[in-house]
């Protein structure tokens, strides 16, 4: 252990983790430059260790840890983890209250870096848990109070959020040791490596359990809903931090322990459809974008799940992109939170009057989610679907290209009209009602996530350059180009005609259920009916029966020993020593008899 | 910036349908002029505009979709705190 004290300078994120923890000591001026200066030192550190394995440290007899790997699958999220860390920070700046958030924030980006990083799974897990905890204060925050967020309510959905990340943590340590277990507790098998492929179903216990795990965090359909209840509730600076970490995390460990799982392809597909209707009826504008980072996921799991050395690299820069682009349209959901009080589609209206720098920054965002020409959606979604066409994989390929005509709808107009343009008449918050735009440090980061998003479509050589296996991929082929702009104006065109007619679903101020109905309202109900019908009477009626029962001891006891009792009642000493003879006497018979 | 956004607000159909109508010809180009092949991967790439029609008919799909979704699934907003003092959120 000592070994691993004297590495600490060598472990990625650990000064964004350490640090976050000095920031509420600090005076405003000077927590605002550690807010920035720190992910920077981080970066700073990563890039300066050698590639491989940092060090070991052996923690038990033979047991060796890794704490960190350097090699180009986790360099890529080690690279844009601390890319957008800084920008969140910078988003974050004009927060002047000494809170909670702050230190979350960074501690959050420090161990999902960590993470990444990590080259076993004892330390996967402890980091895997270390986001699970540090990102649940982002929701339970007090702060944004007046800002359409119910402290309450934030309680109540941080805890459903911190068990569910929990047990995913879990169920990783379980499946790890079963994993060590079948090989006989072997060393070499605590690495975390290429862990299974073909179908899942054919993979051991262990293998399947670290599977579960990450697809917990992956959000996976039936287990995604932790993701649209949660982060709708995180403060308006917390979200774009809690947007950005936790699923990419588990694309990564995905990505590193399951490429060329089958039933990935088939699990990315649906991820990638069935989130729109939702995205298409939801009024909440923030719920929306986790609806549609959810279809997002689902692209990074059909390129893990085809396992080529496109696809990884498809799924590595479609998340390296996805990170960029889906932070800033929740950076400009965050403002129009922060300016409007509320971000529901149903109360606001005319915003980009007086909003106009962070609706032309949010129209980026949605240019580049919908892979439109010339951003950075294009040219690195453009890599799976590739992957897809050399799999020979066609269902697949029109099913993506289904996603992305759902990707226009959600992100490419519903966010931007919603959030900046729809109509004034009716709404409760127009542009008469709030005082400006975003404060400058949100349109500072804003336009540089932006510029990125750009430059990455633009140019995306440096980005090409350091994915896993790195390529030469050309994006802009005439049949791409056009191709992609036909999906996109078409689909587009079917929204203003369907629109035009008015059979386009409109907002509306109410809730649709999903599956986390299930542990909210129908596993309590059945637990309440099971307890009235079943489990209350039996527990009631043992209750009764162990009360009779130590009710009728006591009256015997009472009856024997009480006032009235035979050896209550004072005694002659003639009965005393009478009793004590006889006593003695039986003693006496009883050692004669059996010894 | 906001005269940019009202220009472009004024004029965003007309730059949609102008935009629908380049992909197509864009199409005619490079299949009959340029003969860019070499990039499709798949059997229906071959079919004159296929992404158009699929975007359009995938989206009005996908909307109807919403629809069915919003008839099953939608609820009051305080749906999950009607049972106060019983129910999850209460």
Request: net charge neutral.
């Amino acid at each position: 252990m000592l070994e691993l004290l004297s590495e600490l300078h060598r472990l990625p994120g650990l000064v964004l983790v350490l640090g976050a923890l000095v920031l509420p000591l600090l005076p405003v001026t000077l927590r605002r430059v550690a807010m920035v200066a720190l992910p920077i030192l981080s970066y700073a550190q990563l890039l300066s260790l050698p590639e491989g394995i940092a060090f070991q440290v052996e923690i038990m007899d033979g047991l060796v840890l890794e704490p960190v790997r350097i090699d180009g699958l986790a360099m890529v999220w080690g690279h844009i983890f601390h890319i957008v860390a800084i920008l969140a920070s910078i988003y974050s700046l004009h927060v002047a209250e000494r809170g909670v958030e702050q230190l979350a924030a960074l501690s959050y980006a420090g161990s999902a870096i960590g993470a990444v990083m990590a080259g076993d799974f004892i330390t996967l897990f402890v980091y895997w848990e270390l986001t699970a905890i540090t990102s649940v204060f982002l929701i339970w925050s007090p702060a944004d109070k007046n800002l359409d967020r119910d402290p309450a309510e934030c309680l109540r959905t941080g805890m459903r959020y911190l068990v569910i990340q929990v047990s995913s943590g879990v169920i990783l340590l379980a499946g790890a040791l079963a994993w060590l277990s079948a090989r006989d507790w072997d060393p070499e098998a605590l690495r975390f490596g290429h862990l299974h492929s073909g179908s899942i179903f054919d993979a051991e216990l262990g293998a399947q359990l670290v599977f579960l795990a990450f697809g917990i965090k992956a959000a996976f359909p039936l287990l995604h809903n932790w993701l649209q209840d949660a982060y709708p509730k995180g403060t308006h600076t917390g979200t774009v931090v809690l947007s950005a970490f936790t699923t990419k995390m588990a694309i990564y460990a995905l990505a590193r322990g399951f490429a060329g799982t089958d039933e990935l392809i088939a699990l990315g597909v649906f991820m990638t459809l069935f989130p729109i209707p939702f995205a298409v009826l939801e009024n909440d504008l923030r719920r929306v974008l986790a609806y549609s980072l959810n279809n997002q996921l689902g692209f990074m799991c059909v390129g893990v799940g085809i396992g080529t050395a496109l696809s990884i690299n498809g799924a590595a820069a479609h998340a390296f992109a996805h990170i960029l682009y889906k932070s800033l349209l929740f950076m400009a959901m965050g403002a129009v939170l922060y300016k409007a009080g509320t971000c529901k589609a149903t109360e606001i209206g005319g915003l980009y009057r007086k909003m106009p720098w962070t609706a032309a920054l949010c129209i980026v965002g949605s240019l580049s989610i919908s892979a439109m020409p010339l951003f950075s959606g294009f040219t690195t979604k453009s890599l799976t679907m590739s992957a897809a066409g050399e799999a020979h994989l066609t269902w697949v390929a029109l099913l993506l290209l289904v996603a992305s005509a759902g990707v226009v709808e959600h992100s490419g107009i519903k966010i931007p009209y919603s959030g900046f343009f729809s109509k004034e008449e009716g709404k409760k918050i127009t542009s008469q009602d709030i005082d400006g735009e975003a404060p400058l440090n949100m349109r500072v980061a804003m336009g540089l996530t932006a510029a990125m998003c750009i430059g990455l479509g633009l140019y995306p050589a440096p980005l090409y350059a350091i994915l896993p296996t790195p390529t030469d991929y050309e994006a802009y082929t005439a049949p791409h180009v056009v191709g992609q702009l036909q999906l996109l104006f078409f689909a587009a065109l079917a929204y203003v005609l369907l629109k035009k007619r008015g059979l386009y679903p409109k907002e509306e101020r109410k809730i649709f259920l999903d599956s986390d109905v299930l542990y909210r309202r129908f596993a309590p109900a059945i637990a309440r009916a099971g307890w009235r019908r079943g489990l209350g009477p039996l527990w009631t009626g043992t209750l009764g029966l162990g009360a009779g029962l130590l009710r009728g001891s006591l009256g015997t006891l009472y009856r024997w020993t009480g006032p009235g009792g035979m050896f209550g009642r004072s005694w002659t000493a003639g009965g005393i020593t009478r009793w004590s003879g006889a006593m003695i006497g039986f003693y006496l018979l009883y050692i004669f008899l059996w010894s | 910036m906001k005269g940019l956004l009202d220009a472009l607000k004024g004029r965003v159909l007309m730059l949609l349908y102008v935009g629908c109508g380049l992909s197509l010809v864009g199409e005619v180009i490079f299949r009959f002029v340029g003969h860019s092949y070499d990039h499709m991967h798949f059997g229906y790439e071959e079919i004159f505009g296929v992404h158009a029609g699929w975007g359009f008919i995938a989206f009005g799909l996908l909307v109807a979709s919403a629809h069915a979704l919003g008839a099953l699934t939608r609820r009051d907003e305080d749906y999950y705190r009607v049972d106060d003092g019983e129910g999850d959120d209460a």
